[in-house]
């Protein structure tokens, strides 16, 4: 696909005035960009600076041009030629982490790519407690609009070290996703409203605004996927770019899971998407001896002839497990029958099982290393969550998990979790595994993707359009099939054959 | 006409967020304006503070928008109902007075107007003056930039004063119309160009830019008339809104004669433009014993049997003699038969014509107040410049003077000199004296009807793609026509009926 992003950058031979054509120099620019550009619109600072510059550099010249979402700005003139030095950002603003790219706006190439924490957290691990905390105080509300532009720009400024790419001079626009929480807080809105009935959000949809309006030091704009609601925000719109599911005939699952759930299911024909509160089992940062996926931490488990055989990041002792690390051992306990299909450590199957701290059972996975019952319980919960909202939504459809040709996973979570031991838990329904997508980090390639063509912009308006949104905390039904879900891998595990299959060959089969 | 302006203030009965409906603050306010506006801009300061006024507010507020030539912007949300203050400004920045008006945006009143000296004038009375003050020098470019924009405060002060409006809450919008070097220095540019070949300016048409950009404390749009020329500036195009030249069936001449004579020829079918130096005799202070019309000045002369009799501005001592004096002055000397048709004082014809200074003739015009010949020739040149111009444009279109069914003299000068004293000098056409018409400041009420209308845009552009442009100083025989035209009233003076029957009537035939 063509690149036809939010900035060009174009050299400029310009013929000096004489007396035969001593037309204004304003003319003269706009004139050298019309037929590309129409009715560009000449930054003050620009027009300003504009004469002086045209002759110092003899007439050639390099114009910046920024899209408004409607027309091309003029934002930037500078000597001789400098259309190489052409880049962009994009920005994954999540509610921990802010994850950012560097992008070749020529060659749409991936230049940098960084991340790092959202300065936010120190006002709250969790959403509630920042936007507690700014409530009824606009003066904090500015703190962490603040903090969150500084998040964006410690890892400017490590982009810049890294690659020697100054982003204020060369880096026109920014394309950012992040659920509605997060821009509120970027564009300096009071999210109170996203948690609290009747969720009448102040935006659902901010316009583009000029990156020095927003505080970034960018001369061109800034623009913001749209949320469809309150829990449904830009992140999954943008997810819905970076997969093409919108646009594709194939019908689709699109799951993201983490504190919360997000779900889209459609195809061109049509889109719904529903959203609910999953747990933040997955995240790892919950259960006792959980850990984010950091240096120490358990990622993968494997269990054989009765020993836990594990893999540690940065090849270090472990100190705790991370979320793959998590559905990897509960799916190695479940086949080896020391988990029950209820989801209840089996006391005796193993020495390895034993209670632990207020005569609660736990397992010991590695050397004074725990994984407890009630975190088993709390992850069955979120998976059951997660499940539920598929088959909430399908039955919803008249559908059924066989009509699904795709099934993403969206999130760095996503990547790490193996695809088999996903299936094994019932966080997966158990489908062909290439059917079986897990993309990555979705919400960041979308604005990757709306960063190099601007047409998305009114694709996403029609998305927007198009998609129905089912909020699933209001759905009377949904606890009873959760329930169900609960199960590993399914109550109903005739919908799971190859974990039966599995089963069976290790002599347990489920009747 | 109905009023159309560039600014709407709407009043909002907004129903508040309810479970059934949760649709966003921001598209709640936008969806009540979409019918009437469309896509409509909202400031990013109008977004910040939307939500908490809204409820403060009970839902009842009132939105400001201000068009930037494209789309609307919301630049305003107050409380409960302000329509009632909607106000405006239309301004005519001349390069030694300033004129504003306050108008009423919904009946299109003149609530307020003033005048006052550009400040620019402290850096040199005469506009080159100016230009080489600045030349090489941006920071005294921007000294100029800023006297300009505390001329306008200086205004905006009295008009608060005198009316109670609050300008920054109140007025949203600017129209401004001034020649080419005023637009460049209230736009922050260097106007060197527009006397320098060739000719190339930075500019003749600024874009809209904000009120706050500009430096104005006006939270809506700018609108600068655009200029056709360097020495054709958006003064004059602001007077052919005013006029209706370029819409009407009817032949017109348009001409505006100060230290630059500029002039218009045309109707709805076509238009024809020139400029040039014409001199600064008009402008009353040259001349010896010239001054402004201020109190003191000698603004009418008769000559009734032999002996003058001055009316003085303000009842004083007469100190001096303004442009209307002036031209009064030198009617009554011909018909007097004091002055022959060459200009020439007739030294014996009376006492009160003598040798002065240098042995140069003068004429005592009142006791201790003489006007010399020289003075007298520095007024015909000028006369002759104006006259030549009219008379070139009429010879290129194949066209006489008796074609034309309105002369407009244009300018506050225009509004003083009398018809028959102008007709005598040879400044206006022998033309029946209803065509001949003296609207007075043209500039500054093409101002405000484009305040009012913002249609006029896209009517002025048309009107500069119609208008054909003639520099006469570029042009071969304009000397030679000059020549003839500096006689009084002419050389040709078959020309001048009713001023040949004067003189027949006071027994001077010119035969």
């Given at each position: 696909m063509t690149i036809d992003s939010w900035s060009r950058k174009r050299y400029l031979i310009l013929e000096p005035p004489t007396e035969e054509d001593n037309c204004p120099d304003q003319e003269r620019l706009l004139r050298s960009l019309r037929p590309e550009f129409h009715q560009v619109i000449l930054e003050l600072p620009v027009l300003r600076k504009m004469s002086a510059l045209c002759q110092e550099a003899c007439w050639q010249v390099t114009a910046s041009l920024s899209w408004d979402g409607y027309r091309w700005h003029l934002v930037e003139l500078e000597k001789g030629d400098t259309t190489q030095r052409h880049y962009g950002l994009c920005a994954d603003l999540g509610s921990t982490t802010l994850a950012l790219e560097l992008i070749h706006m020529d060659t749409g190439e991936v230049l940098y790519q960084t991340s790092g924490l959202n300065r936010q957290t120190a006002y709250g691990e969790d959403i509630l407690t920042r936007i507690f905390y700014c409530k009824d105080h606009p003066e904090r509300l500015e703190e962490l609009r603040r903090e969150t532009l500084e998040s964006f720009q410690a890892l400017f400024d490590r982009a810049e070290e890294e690659t020697g790419i100054s982003i204020s001079r060369d880096c026109l626009n920014l394309v950012v996703s992040g659920n509605t929480t997060m821009t509120h807080f970027l564009y300096g809105l009071d999210p109170f409203p996203v948690f609290a009935a009747p969720y009448a959000v102040r935006t659902l949809a901010p316009q583009v605004y000029r990156g020095e309006e927003l505080g970034f030091p960018l001369k061109g704009h800034v623009y913001s996927y749209p949320s469809k609601a309150n829990y449904l925000g830009g992140d999954i719109l943008s997810g819905m770019i970076a997969t093409g599911i919108p646009f594709g005939e194939e019908l689709c699952v699109f799951l993201d899971i983490g504190t919360n759930g997000e779900l889209v299911i459609g195809n061109q024909e049509f889109l719904i998407s529903g959203a609910g509160a999953a747990g933040p089992a997955l995240e790892g940062?919950?259960?006792?001896t959980g850990m984010r996926a950091e240096p120490g931490a358990v990622d993968r488990v494997e269990l054989r002839e009765g020993q836990f055989h594990l893999h540690v990041l940065g090849e270090q002792e472990p100190r705790g497990i991370c979320g793959s690390g998590i559905v990897d051992l509960i799916a190695q306990l479940f086949l080896e029958g020391w988990l029950d299909m209820r989801g209840k450590l089996q006391e005796g199957s193993t020495p390895l099982i034993c209670p632990r701290e207020e005569q609660e059972l736990a397992v010991e996975y590695g050397p004074g290393l725990f994984f407890y019952q009630s975190d088993i319980d709390e992850f069955l919960k979120t998976k059951a969550a997660a499940n539920t909202m598929v088959e909430y939504l399908l039955r919803q459809l008249g559908l059924q998990l066989s009509d699904i040709q795709r099934f993403y996973v969206a999130g760095a979570f996503g990547t790490h979790i193996s695809k088999e031991a996903g299936v094994t838990v019932g966080l997966y329904p158990d489908i062909p595994r290439d059917q079986l997508i897990l993309p990555g980090n979705t919400s960041l390639d979308g604005a990757r993707q709306m960063l190099l063509h601007r047409e998305y912009r009114e694709r996403v308006e029609e998305i927007l359009d198009k998609m129905e949104y089912v909020q699933f905390g209001a759905v009377e039904d949904f606890l009873q099939i959760m329930v169900a879900a609960t199960a590993i891998p399914h109550t109903e595990y005739q919908r799971y054959p190859s974990v039966m299959e599995q089963l069976a060959k290790r002599g347990r089969p489920l009747e």
């Open positions: 940062g919950v259960v006792k």
